[in-house]
């Protein structure tokens, strides 16, 4: 809830003059709860968000991809509420920050990897298939996602290359960058769930065949192992010079981008395999990642050792894929029933570390209570997780859209003006032929001034 009256304020006042800590309310069988969870969480996430007063709206300098998370959590909260109160913020901000060529690789930020890229152009994709307002005489949302994707699978932009591991995207676009030479799998899986996404949007084969091309070489490598279903983190050029076996690093979101992709390609061509490949990746995150001992919550690994938030980005990784995972339980119904138990307890869990001295603030995991670590990554995991959990009041109706059922398939991602193998110019008006007129008769005149000075006679 948002305290806007007079006597919701007065009530806001005597609670924070409480000297204990409360759990964000929620109650599973409420709709309403839920949505006002909801309301709270992505209140207290976009407290954080200062850059909307700046002029370089959408940019957060400690890690510019987490802008891409926070307006993916503002873009799925909208979804599940109907709520439009940060929408323009994600409307301004997510078009500014594709840069001058429109492909999320702007010059103001240094080292931008694959994998930072990729997440901008999923928020694009999914304000496409969530039918989010194109701006006015701007991109369309669908041109800036398929701009991602063509930067990502051009060698010469440091995107898919096959000198290392026989394919691949690799993790950083630079060669000054540390991990140019790792493949790693958020950066694959990513580019897999892009091409899956634009595919199921546009009803376009050109970009099945690409995911098609990326799961392929995951599985081949063994990112993806297509048996056990594990996702290992990355692989890299080994010191023979051939391809060194995955690690053994487990995170949320690499499952989470393997297997939503597969539900987008599943939905694009009706193939049984994709089907299998999605409920097997649900299965095999569930595994790892869920904590009985807990409440059946979700966590990442380092959360235990308390060590997430050593670093911005991993607080981010659980959010990010049970938005994942509730739009594969839109996509693909039959899922529902699988993935819906996991939400509730991970939301319940959720709720009751969003205390943070009574603010509703909330912390990196999912139990215990709050553990104190407030910060604007761990807002938005939280803002995600009530949006996801929402799933379990949406039907059909709230399905992502393609072109098939609605969706603005405009785009025009080849007007790029930093990657054309020309400049560009615009039309000439009869302005600049006058304009133009004036100066030839002024530049006539001057040369002939300077024939006549060159000629004549020198003064006595």
């Known amino acids: 809830m948002r305290f806007r009256g007079g006597a919701h304020l007065a009530i806001a006042l005597h609670i924070l003059q409480l000297s204990h800590v409360f759990a964000l309310d ?13 309301d709270t969480a992505a209140y207290n996430m976009m407290t954080w968000y200062k850059s909307n007063e700046t002029d370089n709206p959408g940019f957060i300098k400690r890690s510019w991809w987490t802008g891409a998370a926070l307006y993916l959590a503002c873009l799925n909260y909208w979804h599940a509420t109907n709520d439009t109160t940060y929408n323009e913020d994600v409307s301004v901000g997510l078009e500014h920050q594709a840069g001058e060529d ?11 990897g694959n994998d930072d890229q990729m997440f901008w152009g999923l928020a694009a994709i999914t304000a496409a298939e969530y039918n989010f307002p194109n701006r006015p005489n701007a991109d369309t949302w669908l041109t800036l996602a398929i701009r991602v994707f063509n930067d990502q699978k051009d060698t010469g932009h440091g995107g898919w290359e096959e000198t290392i591991c026989g394919g691949g995207v690799r993790w950083q676009k630079d060669v000054w960058q540390g991990g140019y030479t790792m493949k790693n799998s958020v950066s694959n899986g990513g580019f897999f769930m892009l091409a899956a996404r634009i595919a199921w949007f ?3 084969d050109k970009y099945a065949e690409w995911a098609e091309k990326v799961w392929d070489w995951a599985t081949d490598v063994n990112l993806v192992n297509n048996k056990t279903w594990a996702v290992g983190d990355s692989v890299s050029q080994g010191k023979d010079g051939g391809c060194s076996g995955p690690d053994n690093m487990r995170w949320t979101y690499n499952y989470g981008t393997f297997l939503s992709g597969a539900a987008y390609m599943y939905a694009y061509t009706n193939e049984s395999k994709w089907l299998d490949r999605t409920s097997n990746l649900v299965d095999s995150l569930f595994t790892t990642f869920v904590q009985p001992k807990h409440g059946g919550v979700i966590a990442d690994p380092c ?64 139990y215990g209570g709050n553990d104190g670590q407030n910060s604007m990554e761990n807002a938005i995991t939280g803002s995600q997780m009530m949006s996801a959990v929402m799933v379990k009041y949406m039907g059909n109706s709230s399905k992502p859209v393609s072109v098939a059922t609605g969706g603005n398939g405009t785009s025009d991602p080849d007007a790029v003006t930093g990657q054309d193998s020309g400049p560009k110019f615009r039309p000439i008006t009869m302005g600049d032929r006058a304009g133009s007129g004036i100066l030839t008769v002024l530049c006539v005149a001057a040369m002939i001034s300077a024939v006549v000075f060159l000629f004549s006679d020198p003064a006595p």
């Open 102 to 112: 429109g492909n999320y690789n702007p010059s103001w930020v240094q080292g931008v």
């Open 303 to 366: 959360e235990a050792t308390g060590v997430c938030e050593q670093d911005a980005n991993r607080p981010l990784f659980k959010g990010l894929t049970v938005s994942w995972l509730s739009d594969t339980a839109l996509i693909i119904p039959s899922l529902k029933d699988k993935i819906l138990p996991k939400l509730e307890a991970s939301a319940q869990g959720a709720a009751k570390s969003c205390t943070g001295d009574g603010k509703s603030l909330c912390g990196n995991r999912w």
């Open 202 to 204: 546009t009803q376009q």
């Open 26 to 38: 929620l109650d599973l069988n409420s709709q309403e709860s839920i949505k006002d969870a909801g």
